[in-house]
């Protein structure tokens, strides 16, 4: 496989041109967005639903069950990038700001 230099703005940018060469846009609203997130978080679920906690933790060694994890988690990634897009929310900073404050707010011991 030939390696990329894959970045947040460049997906976010990829998925945008993908829409618009589609005329996508006006349905790529904030709450159409997070109903289609929801739902594909909802997918990703199903799958790990009735594994025990060990069948869960060893998913990943079916190359099916593992394409199909694989491809759920591109497809929440896909919707949440182009929330934020949306929303104009720089995800990486959000979280890092997030995890700045479950720092304070949980401490470690």
């Known amino acids: 496989m030939t390696e990329r230099h ?3 703005a460049k997906l976010q940018r990829r998925l ?3 829409a618009a060469a589609r005329n996508w846009q006006p349905f790529h609203t904030p709450k159409n967005l997070v109903a289609a997130l929801s739902v594909e978080a909802s997918e990703l679920v ?3 639903q009735w594994l025990t906690p060990e069948e869960s933790a060893r998913v990943m060694d079916d190359p099916d069950t593992a ?3 694989t491809d759920e988690v591109a497809d ?3 919707y949440l990038l182009q929330l934020c897009e949306v929303l104009g929310i720089d995800p990486l900073a959000a979280l890092d700001a997030k995890i700045d404050r479950n720092e304070r707010r949980f401490p470690a011991p």
Do not use: M, T
Request: hydrophobic content about 65%; cysteine-free; glycine content about 0%.
């Open 76 to 78: 929440v990634l896909a």
């Open 6 to 8: 894959l970045d947040v």
């Open 16 to 18: 945008a041109d993908f």
């Open 67 to 69: 394409h199909r994890v």
């Open 46 to 48: 199903e799958i790990f």
